[in-house]
Structure formats: C-alpha cells, structure tokens
C-alpha cells in the first residue's frame, strides 16, 4: 500500500512538472475552493466533480486495481478528467467582473494573465517550435534519404539503418522504407531483438564498430546503412565491408548500400 | 483546403444540425457551436463504429472509407429532412437582454482579444514544426493504409506483417483514431505527415475552443462579456501551461492531431460541457442520449478515451444523483459507459 502511495505521488509530480507546476496548482485549488463558496450551481458542475477525480486519482486501491494493470505509465493521464484550466479561469473570470469597470478592471486582468504567465511556462518557444523544413514538417534529411532509397527499390521495400535522430521521421514519410529498428529501442510499439540492439548501440558511438554493424546488416538484408557524418567517425571507403557510398543527403548524411554479389 | 473546410467544418456542421433539432439549440452562434462540435463527435462515433470491426476482418481501407461516406450520406440526408421539415414563419428568438452601450463596448474588446489569442494559438502549430516521437508510430500507421489500402497489417517500425495484435499497436484496434485520418488522407488526397502537422492542428484547436466557449457560455449563462473573458483567461493558461509534456496546454498547443490529444483536448471538455446541461433540474433528455455518442466517440481517440469516459460518466452520475436523487437519470448516465466496457473487454480478450 506505501508502495501505491508513493508511486501515485510520482505520477502526480510528474504530471504537473515538479516545482515547475506547483504554482498554476496552488491557483487551481485556490480557484477551486472560491467555485466551493460562490454558489451552489458551481459546487455542483465544478467543485465536487473535481474532489471526486481527485480522490480517485489519490485513492491507492483504484491505482492498485486499474493503475497497475491498465495504466502503467501513463496512469497520470486521469488528471486530465479535472477541469484545471477551466476552474482557473472561471475563478479569475468571476474575480475581475467584481471589479469596477474601466481602467480598474483592465489593468486587473493585466495582472491576473501576467500572474500566470510568470508562474507558468510558455508553450510555443524556440524549444518547441522551430521554422519548418518542408510542408512534412519532417527533417528534409529524412526526406532526402527516403527519397534515394525509393527511387533505388528492389522489392516493395527496403530495410535500413539510419542514425538515431531520424528514427522517428522516415516511416513518417514513406511506407516503402523498413527500419531495422525504431522506436522499439526505448520499449515502444513493439520488442526489440538482440541484434538489433546491439547495431543500435553501435550507431550511438562515435566511432562505432563499422564491421559488426555491416555484419548484422548483411544477416538482416539490410540493403541500406546511412551515417551522419558529423558525429560518426569511420572510413569514408566501406567496400572492405561490402557497402558502397551511393548519395548524400542534407548537410552531413551519407548513404551506403550493400555492393551486389 | 476546400476538401478540408468541408471535412472538418462543413460536413460536422451539416451533421450536428441533427442534434441542433433534437436539443431545440436556439440563438444563431449557439446553433452553429453545437452544430460543429456535436456533429464531429457524430462522426467520430460512426468512425469507430465501423472501423472497429473492419480492421479485425482485415479488411481495406477502401471498404472502411464507403462504409463511412455512406453512414455520413445518411446522417446527412437526415439532416436535410430535418431541416426540411422546419416548421415555417420564423422561429422565436431569445430575447436577450441589450447591455448599455458602455457594457457592450467591453464585450467587443474582450472578444476581440479573445479571438486572436485563439487564432494564435491556432496558427502557430499549423505554421511551425514540432516534432513528437509518438508520430513515429501514429503517422506511420496512417502511411501504410493509405498506401497499402490496409489497416493495421504492417509493423511501423519494420514495414514486415504484423497484424494489430502484436505490441504496443494492439491498442490501436480499439481505437483506430489513426485510420480516422487515413481515411481523411485518402479524400484529401494529402499525406498523412501533412495533414497531421500542417492542416489538423488549426482546424482541431479552433474545434477545441468552440467546446469550452460553450463551457463559458454555460457557465455564465449566455454573459457573452463574461465568456469572452473566460476565453482570454483560458488562452492565457493554455499559452504558458507547459509546465510539463503532460498538460492539458501541451497536448492540446503541442500535438493535437495525436487522439490521445484530442481526447485530452477536446473530448472530455465535451463531456464537462453536456454534464453542466444535464445536471439541472429541468434538463434536455438529449443531451443524456448524446453522452451515449461522446462515449463512443471516445473510444475511437485512444486507450485512455475507454477509460476516462466511464469513470468521469460514473463520476458526474453520483454528483447528479447526491444532487437531484433521480435514480433512472443516473442510472441512464452511467448506461453510456457501456460502449467504452464493449471496447475495453474487446481489447482484453483478443
């Protein structure tokens, strides 16, 4: 049961972002406890609602019985049956309607949407958002790769080994391009085999073990290999290893497909 | 854009004239808000409908897409009836009280705010980049079927059969949001990719506020002063929420087109907003037979959809009957959950 305790506690924390959301938390209740003595029809709609999901939330039994078993991982998710956002500005919207029209109110507002942008953090920013490189919104690399690799089809697909920045971007774009891993090397979609793992890790050094990698994918028909070449660190010739350099793509990607024969 | 204006706006709209009829929805914004976001919870019911049992028979995504249009042809010829048979003369208007002129000058001002800070937040993920891993598997999906002309049969990872029961993409028969915009790819004739980062965020944020200006409006009861307001404050949150990737601000600025956003976003909002309708007194039994449709359509957006609409449905339920003890209202509230138990038993069986 401590277990349970603690281990909501962490889904809790890491659904608000540390201390970073502990502040538009305080609102929140502080908001939710204005909507408790406002009237009886926002104790109703916003009020008691959000004490009941926040006892289930809370409550170590229901983590044990569903969290456990449907939610693992993401049993933080449930937070978003609470109306946070709405019982803040409910709240805040009730607040500054008390207040005397004109410039008394205006400059209230100012403060209540400064109040939560300070103790906030903004959504769209360089962090987030960037300029995009095409309508895809996809690196063009990924595109640039894609398109070598399918304009060279040989069956209705190719399998390849991109770096680990592109992972996530090349199925995006193209069907005909099988991965030799993706995302299943952080434990996703679907299980990763040893293999694979290993020309994963390979791929993360910067002087990664070219032989074993070329190894694996000649095993695998892994017709296609690309390096980055700013971070990788290997012989520009691959032909040792029966991999010959076809295409280059964005700034620094290098493709290199299997020599026939 | 044409096809998506009609796809996303149009058709939703000419759909969720239905439950415009069936609710008496009077007053023209607060027809034309509940025509577009009930309409597109109606379509997304009759996705999941579908699609549901098609994908276990594996059958293409061609069948899937005339099996929808031909559900929407319906439902739209439904509509043109239903509004066909509109009594004639003019229909009676609410009154609404006229503010002083002083007071409607704020409401303008406010609304003005209000409507740019929405179109911003709109805009923004429409015109920049941001990537989300949880694409690689998503987009991938929506890649395949509508090239391949098949559901869920190939690894997006690997490109090898797979067939949806293996890993994590077994959730997704449950809840095929992904061939929901596959579907919408192949009669936009735009690539998933494009669709999902360039075109869904503008049209899906936009249908996101429409949900919670009915909020406000409900809320406030119809203090469009007050609404506007609302909207300027709940803007104002959602701009600067990103206090972790899991918000309400991030899923809904950061990756709306993904369903598990949507359903963050959008569908429980929906249901937040027809519980403020049905827990009254004197309330609109259709807004109960809707709840039936939300529970629905939540199951089509994700995993998370099964679960969290019976539990705030059980939830709203004991608040409603604590409130009004009418034992058969909760208790049809609660009846709305069994899609969601259908889904979910599916999911645990197969």
């Known amino acids: 049961m401590r277990d349970y305790i603690f281990a909501v506690w962490d889904e809790f924390v890491n659904f608000i972002g540390g201390r970073t959301g502990i502040l538009h938390w305080v609102i929140f209740l502080l908001a939710l406890m204005a909507c408790m003595f406002i009237g009886r029809g926002m104790r109703r709609r916003l009020f008691w609602p959000s004490v009941l999901v926040l006892v289930f939330f809370f409550n170590p039994l229901f983590f044990g019985m569903v969290g456990t078993r449907f939610l693992s991982g993401v049993y933080w998710r449930l937070l978003w049956m609470l109306p946070v956002s709405f019982v803040i500005a409910y709240a805040l919207t009730q607040l500054a309607c008390r207040m005397k029209r004109g410039i008394l109110r205006a400059v209230g507002i100012v403060l209540f949407c400064a109040g939560i942008a300070v103790t906030g953090k903004p959504v769209f920013s360089g962090e987030t958002y960037r300029e995009k490189e095409n309508a895809y919104e996809l690196p063009q690399a990924a595109i640039e790769i ?36 993706g995302r299943n090397v952080g434990g996703f979609i679907s299980d990763i085999e040893e293999d694979e793992t290993r020309v994963y890790e390979e791929m993360g050094k910067e002087r990664p073990d070219v032989a074993l990698i070329t190894d694996i994918a000649k095993a695998r028909n892994c017709r296609y290999i690309v390096f980055n070449t700013s971070f990788h660190q290997i012989p520009e010739d691959l032909s040792e290893y029966g991999y010959e350099r076809v295409a280059e793509a964005g700034e620094s990607y290098v493709i290199y497909c299997k020599i026939p024969g | 854009m044409v096809y998506l204006v009609m796809l996303f706006v149009a058709v939703p709209m000419w759909t969720g004239v239905i439950w415009v009829k069936i609710l008496k929805i009077k007053g023209i914004w607060d027809q034309i808000l509940h025509a577009w976001v009930f309409g597109f919870v109606t379509i997304l019911a009759v996705a999941q409908l579908i699609l549901v049992p098609l994908v276990a028979l594996k059958q293409t995504l061609t069948m899937a897409l005339l099996l929808f249009q031909i559900l929407l042809t319906v439902l739209a010829s439904v509509s043109f009836v239903l509004v066909l048979c509109r009594r004639g003369g003019v229909e009676k208007r609410m009154r609404q009280r006229r503010k002083p002129e002083g007071d409607r000058r704020w409401t303008l001002v406010f609304g003005v705010l209000a409507g740019i800070l929405i179109f911003i937040q709109a805009y923004i993920p429409a015109r920049y980049e941001h990537s989300d891993d949880d694409d690689a598997r998503f987009v991938a999906e929506e890649v395949s079927a509508v090239v391949h002309d098949t559901m869920y049969q190939d690894s997006p990872i690997g490109a090898e059969f797979l067939y949806w029961n293996t890993g994590e993409v077994r959730k997704d028969l449950t809840s095929p949001w992904a061939m929901y915009i596959a579907m919408s790819c192949r009669i936009s004739g735009i690539p998933p990719a494009v669709l999902s980062h360039s075109y869904l965020p503008f049209f899906l944020i936009l249908l996101c506020y429409a949900v919670y200006m009915l909020i406000g409006k409900c809320l406030f009861r119809e203090d469009a002063e007050k609404t506007a307001l609302f909207l300027i404050f709940l803007s104002v949150i959602h701009l600067w929420g990103y206090t972790s990737t899991h918000t309400l601000a991030a899923m809904l600025l950061l990756r709306i087109w993904q369903g598990k956003a949507v359903c963050a976003g959008f569908m429980l909002p929906v249901f937040f907003y027809v519980f403020y309708q049905v827990m009254k007194r004197e309330y609109k039994a259709g807004f109960v037979i809707f709840l039936y449709v939300a529970a629905m359509a939540s199951c089509l957006l994700s995993g998370i959809g099964i679960v969290t609409a019976p539990i705030i449905l059980f939830l709203y339920g004991i608040v409603d009957y604590i409130y009004y003890r009418r034992w058969r209202k909760t208790l049809a509230v609660w009846m709305a959950a069994l899609p969601c138990a259908v889904y979910l038993l599916y999911y645990l069986m197969g």
């Open chain 1, 146 to 181: 894609s398109d070598v690799v399918m304009a060279r089809l040989q069956d209705w697909k190719e399998t390849i080994i991109v770096p680990h920045e592109l992972i996530c971007d090349i199925r995006q774009y193209s069907c005909s391009i099988g991965l030799l891993y």
